[in-house]
């Protein structure tokens, strides 16, 4: 198949591409960035260099695909001007555009949990927007909403906090118990829904664990050697002044703390628990060793 695949080599593109290319699908990546090329192709796809924001280039780009994997990168959250709905709103319309002029017939789209809500979800309201743009398209086009849970990575934004203050703190935390996934096993789900015929528009959680905030403090303790390491909740307000000190942009700091809240009173995950999926083989442990690499750089 041919196959066109956003979101560069990043954390879930770059072992969606690997795995495709593996199983001898022709695959086409998508970089902004010029120097990225060789990467690409030193792993066996075609690059295709440009931007999502360019809806003529991923037309251009979608032309003759049997499937495209659709990601939104939109993540400046340190900008005081950025946009996150209006951004993201706009690289949904320009896929939305590209998919029609195309007439390609198979989308997996990266949209993440809480997009079954604008309510109550924060920053992640983003997602239930795109999902929405992309069932505009004719009902021809199969779609599946690939919703993973919360990255593994996120758990590197603590690293900060734990050497200066020997602790992770957020407005979640504690006994709380919160799914979460790895990339990889994201991009297994991908490469799998990606060349396995379907109709209509589907849905599909994916998740890999469900620990307690107290069990992965003690998982990433232990791996970094610190068995007493505490996940401490913190006021709503308190971390949105963090998050506002440390220089993000007052609205997506407002948004985080928002969807952060709701994964504290459970809210978030309602959906999951409805739809919940098989778990992935990549668990907290595992991550964990990865985690005290980095924390110990
Ligand atoms: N973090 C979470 O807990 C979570 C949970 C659910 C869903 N999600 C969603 O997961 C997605 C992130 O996936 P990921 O981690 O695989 O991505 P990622 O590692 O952040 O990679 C995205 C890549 O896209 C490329 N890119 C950036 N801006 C671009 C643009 N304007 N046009 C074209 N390419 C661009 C960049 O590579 P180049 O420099 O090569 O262009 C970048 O490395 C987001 O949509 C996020 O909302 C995240």
Redesign the pocket.
Known sequence: MKIVV????????RPLTEALVQKGHAVTV????PK?RKEIEALGAAAAI?????ADFLTATFTDADAVYC?????NYFDANFDLMTTASS?AHNYKQAIQQTDVKRVIH?????AHTDKNNGI?R??HLAENILRELPADVAIKHL?????Y??LYGFVDTIKRQGVMASNYGADDQVPW?S?LD?AAVAAEEIVTPFKGRTIHYIASDEPTCNKIASTLGAAIGQPDLQWIVIPDEQMQNRMIAAGMNPVIAEGLVKMQASMHTGELFEDYYRNRPVLGPIKIEDFAEEFAMVFNQ
């Open positions: 956003t979101g560069s080599l990043g954390h879930i593109s998508i970089s902004s960035t990225r440009g931007t999502m924001e360019d990601m939104i990168a939109a993540h690289i990266l949209s993440s949990i809480g992640l983003f997602h919703r993973p849970v919360a990255f990575y996120n996934v990339p994201i």
